[in-house]
Each structure stands twice: as structure tokens, then as C-alpha cells.
């Protein structure tokens, strides 16, 4: 049989890419027929792409080639469109804001996720690692193996990566979908959902959650060095500061992977030595950067978060006001002015006011807190926990609301209480209990 449309359009344009690769490499040994010439030639196609070899710099280029086609993606983009206006105000100026990261979970049905992986596994060229899955209207994509989370196959085209379980959990979503930040700077929320519903039109999808996503803003004029540790207000007590050579170049506030979890660094540092996006200058200099130092404000914020604000489905993050978001942010983290009187107590300094107001006037969301006094946790525990506390102090034939008032009169007590707080339960055994076949625990003994 000869070969497909779809092979036949990957190839020439394979070719074409790996042409425009040989007549690089032909150009410079024309100009200058070093061997030092043509093999710094080399090592920086060999980096644009991230590829090991030439071929597979080639390969790469027509991965982005088809990626760009595929998403309708010319020009670099020249603004955010998922954030906020650009605004100045004195030193201080916003030169970007807006989403840089969102992954999503999504799980399909049984069926659904089996004729994936097959389909997948069955267009998969092992020697390039290309998947052509033209089915459910998916372009090509790299496929890897990766170890992460219960995730194994990656599919990756440089602006959707993608993360797929082999095996099929009704607890756990089978699939975890990452944007890139250049389509959330390109397009809006909407239209990078229309391009991840693309991908899965034709499954069955049981439900769509939003597991992280990354809210920024750069300020430009604002010194690292006016960011000073004795003067933060954070709800969490995690802290870290990085430098090089003696120069400050980030601070980290909370534990990554909490519900929220802030970075505060060099941003241009960060584009020159790590993720070498230069399309980011190019929407600076439009909201009027003239070459000084960019500092980056990032909340990464977890599914947690989200769960409190009551924001847990992408449709409930399509009716969110981002901005009363990033003011629940800056609230959650602030700095005051230097003095003598109690940190709460002192004014918030100027810079982290024009932060806190860089998305706009909002409102700090109440968030849904889910632990709080003592009866809150008692009311909101597994309740085996408290059928275990009736079993094992003999009185198996009370009520749940019986236990709980009684429970409630331990907590009173001194030693009771420390425990609670120490969290000394224990696992005590796997038995029956009257009627029941729920594991139970046992408070151990003070």
C-alpha cells in the first residue's frame, strides 16, 4: 500500500525542515569554513530544539512546524491575553500579567481511555517517537515515557503536553493536560480550552478539573533587594532566598506543592539562562520596557485553593474573577514598611501595594476553610473515627450524635486535647463490629 496523506505531508515537510538545518550549516561554511564555525553551528540548532542530534533537531522542527500550523500560531505574541492592562504608577510600572500555567485532569470513561492508549500505541513510530492520531483530531505529537505520579506516556508538542495513566482508575483522572504559557499569552481561556476539547471530542469525558495554575505579574524598576524577609506577612512560615555570586535572584515563600506556594525572582535572569523565551521581551517593550530589570511576582496555586474558592471545574474557572484571585493572593502574602510597632501592625509598603493592585481593584475571596476549632474538625472527621471511639470505650449501641457530644466532652480535658492536637491516633485493627465491615482505629492510651 502506498503511503498515507498525512505521512506523505509529515515527510516533505520533514524534508523541508531538515533542508533548511543542511543549508544553515552549508551557509556558514561558506562564509567561514572553520571546523570551530560549523560545530558552535551545530550545538545551537542542537539547543533551539532541545534535540541530542541534528536528526533530531530536525524532527523537532518539524514537530513545532506542524504545532504552529495546527494552532493557527504566526507572530510572537505582543500581549497577554489572559491578564490584566499594563499600568504605571510612579517608579513602578506592569509591563505583563496574566495565567503562565494551567494544567488540567480529565477522566474519561473506561472504554474511552482504553481506545486511546490503543490508538495511540498503534500510530506510534518507536524510532522517532512521533504519534500521528488523526482520529480524534490530534496533530503529531512526541511521545516519551515518564515516571510521574502514576502517569506514564507524555505526549508533548511544545505548547500541550499531556500525561497518560496505562491503566484505568475511577479514583485517579487518567489524564493530566499541561498549556504552555505562549498559547495562554496568544489566546484566551476560552479559546486554549477549544483547543484542548479538540483533543478529546470524540471520548467519552466523565469530568474536568483544574489541578494547578499559575497567576504572575512583571513589574519592571522593582529591586530584589527591596524584598526584605523581616518584613514579610505570610500565612505560611516556609521561606527561601536564592543567589548567585553574591547577587539576590529569587525568594520562594510556602512549600511547593501546597495550595499556594509564591515565587518572587529575575525574570529576565530566568528567560536568558532557563527557559529562553524571548517572545516575553518583545510584549514588555510594547507596555513601554526599556531594558531595566523585570521582577516576576508568580502565586502557584493548587487544586486546594481552588477547592476552598469553590472553583474545582474549568466552566467554574471561565466564571472566576482572576483578579479577586491575585488580591486573596497578595493578601495571603504582604510586606510592611520598617519600624518599631508590631509587623501586622505596620502600613504595607509602597511596592507591594502597587503589586497587590497591578490586576485591577478586587475583593479577597472567603475561602472555605476545611479544618477549624475543635468541634469544626470533630464534625467534618471520618465518622469510622468516631464509631471507633463508641467501640472501643463500650458503648457500641450509641448514635453518631451520641458519640459526638461525648467525644466533645473529652476534648475539655487537658490531656485529651494535646493528644487531639498531636494527632495520636493509631491504627488499631481490621474487625467486625455489630453489623458493620468499616476499619476501625483506637485512641491511644495516655
Known amino acids: 500500500m502506498g503511503k498515507s496523506k498525512n505521512e506523505k505531508t509529515r515527510l516533505r515537510v520533514g524534508a523541508l525542515e531538515a533542508g533548511v538545518v543542511i543549508s544553515k550549516l552549508v551557509s556558514s561554511s561558506i562564509a567561514n569554513p572553520t571546523r570551530c564555525n560549523q560545530s558552535n553551528l551545530k550545538a545551537e540548532i542542537k539547543n533551539d530544539f532541545e534535540a541530542d542530534s541534528l536528526e533530531d533537531a530536525s524532527n523537532a522542527a518539524l514537530l513545532r512546524y506542524e504545532a504552529d500550523e495546527y494552532y493557527g500560531i504566526g507572530d510572537a505574541p505582543d500581549h497577554s491575553n489572559t491578564g490584566a492592562q499594563s ?4 517608579k513602578y510600572s506592569v509591563v505583563s500579567s496574566g495565567i503562565d500555567s494551567l494544567y488540567l485532569t480529565i477522566q474519561l470513561s473506561e472504554r474511552s481511555h482504553g481506545d486511546l492508549l490503543a490508538g495511540i500505541r498503534e500510530n506510534t513510530d518507536s524510532r522517532l517517537g512521533i504519534v500521528s492520531y488523526w482520529e480524534h483530531k490530534w496533530h503529531e505529537m512526541k511521545v516519551s515515557v515518564k515516571e510521574s505520579g502514576g502517569y506514564r506516556l507524555g505526549l508533548d508538542d511544545g505548547y500541550i503536553r499531556v500525561l497518560l495513566a496505562e491503566t484505568w482508575n475511577e479514583n485517579m483522572p487518567c489524564i493530566k493536560i499541561g498549556i504552555s504559557s505562549e498559547l495562554l499569552h496568544r489566546f484566551n481561556l476560552s479559546e486554549c480550552w477549544d483547543m484542548v476539547k479538540r483533543m478529546f471530542q470524540d471520548l467519552k469525558v466523565i469530568s474536568i478539573k483544574v489541578n494547578r495554575a499559575d497567576l504572575y505579574v512583571d513589574v519592571a524598576g522593582l529591586s530584589l ?8 506577612v505570610c500565612y505560611s512560615g516556609k521561606y527561601a532566598m536564592y543567589e548567585e555570586k553574591g547577587k539576590i535572584t529569587g525568594h520562594s515563600f510556602g512549600t511547593r506543592g501546597n495550595d499556594i506556594y509564591c515565587r518572587i525572582y529575575d525574570k529576565l535572569k530566568e528567560i536568558t539562562d532557563v527557559s529562553h523565551k524571548g517572545w516575553m521581551c518583545d510584549i514588555w517593550s510594547k507596555s513601554g520596557w526599556s531594558g531595566e530589570e523585570v521582577t516576576r511576582v508568580e502565586f502557584e496555586l493548587r487544586r486546594g485553593f481552588f477547592r476552598d474558592i469553590e472553583c474545582s471545574t474549568i466552566d467554574d474557572l471561565f466564571l472566576l474573577n482572576l483578579t479577586d484571585v491575585w488580591v486573596t493572593c497578595s493578601k495571603w502574602l504582604s510586606f510592611r514598611i520598617d519600624g518599631d510597632i508590631r509587623l501586622k501592625d505596620r502600613e504595607v509598603a509602597e511596592y507591594w501595594k502597587f503589586v497587590a493592585d497591578s490586576w485591577g481593584e478586587g475583593v479577597k475571596l472567603k475561602r472555605k476553610r476545611r479544618s477549624g476549632d475543635i468541634r469544626e474538625r470533630i464534625k467534618n472527621a471520618d465518622r469510622r473515627l468516631l464509631a471507633a471511639v463508641a467501640d472501643s470505650s463500650g458503648y457500641r449501641q450509641e448514635t453518631i450524635s451520641e458519640t459526638f457530644d ?41
Not at 225 to 232: D, P, S, Y
Not at 416 to 436: G, L
Open 406 to 446: 461525648r467525644v466533645i466532652g473529652y476534648m475539655r480535658m487537658p490531656s485529651i486535647r494535646r493528644a487531639f492536637y498531636s494527632r495520636q491516633w493509631k491504627r488499631w485493627s481490621e474487625r467486625e463490629v455489630i453489623d458493620s465491615s468499616e476499619k476501625h482505629y483506637q485512641l491511644v492510651p495516655f
Open 225 to 232: 533587594e527591596k524584598i526584605k524577609r523581616e518584613n514579610r
Open 87 to 90: 499600568r504605571k504608577r510612579g
